[in-house]
């Protein structure tokens, strides 16, 4: 897992051959004047979704993974807690849903502030719990960019 200010996310660019056409679209784009929902940036290889939210209590998210896309979100307004885990410190709780690209996981793992202006990229091997109350319930937007996995550099 990667965390970072937006302002560095051409270090990123190497990692994958699509991370620069990902971080172009976030670096170009108003998320401020969208409305949620699902966005094409490449087809199905990189997509956009919009999210508006009430931050949660920790009892109420869930772990999950990924396998086809990596995801690279992106705090565009309002302050959450983002937890991670390395999957193979976690418990699968339901089978990998294809058609729905979730893995269902539980077990214990590290939080994080996860702010305004900065980046989160979630490997496949990095299980993650977004949409945790920091200090206080908070409305969020945030934007997770999904990448399908393909050549790494």
């Known amino acids: 897992m990667v965390i970072d200010k937006i302002i560095?996310?051409?270090?990123?660019?190497?990692?994958?051959?699509?991370f620069s056409t990902a971080f172009e679209y976030l670096l170009g784009t108003d998320f401020t004047k969208m409305e949620p929902g699902r966005y094409e940036v490449d087809g199905n290889e990189i997509?956009?979704?919009?999210?508006d939210y009430q931050t949660k209590n920790i009892a109420?998210?869930?772990?999950?993974a990924h396998r086809k896309y990596i995801d690279i979100q992106f705090m565009v307004k309002g302050t959450e807690n983002?937890?991670?885990?390395?999957?193979?410190s976690l418990?699968?709780?339901?089978?990998?849903?294809?058609?729905?690209?979730?893995?269902?996981?539980e077990g214990e793992g590290d939080f994080l502030k996860f702010d305004k202006d900065y980046f989160i990229i979630a490997f496949p091997q990095d299980g993650h719990m977004p949409g945790i109350v920091f200090d206080?319930?908070?409305?969020?937007?945030?934007?997770?960019?999904?990448?399908?996995i393909g050549y790494f550099r």
């Not at 997509?47 to 999210?51: L, N, P």
């Not at 729905?100 to 996981?105: D, G, H, S």
């Open 8 to 18: 560095n996310c051409h270090n990123y660019f190497p990692l994958n051959t699509r």
């Open 47 to 51: 997509f956009a979704i919009v999210q």
């Open 60 to 64: 109420d998210c869930k772990w999950e």
């Open 82 to 88: 983002f937890g991670y885990a390395n999957l193979d």
């Open 91 to 105: 418990k699968t709780v339901q089978d990998y849903n294809d058609e729905k690209e979730f893995l269902l996981l």
């Open 136 to 148: 206080s319930p908070n409305q969020v937007r945030k934007v997770v960019l999904k990448v399908r």
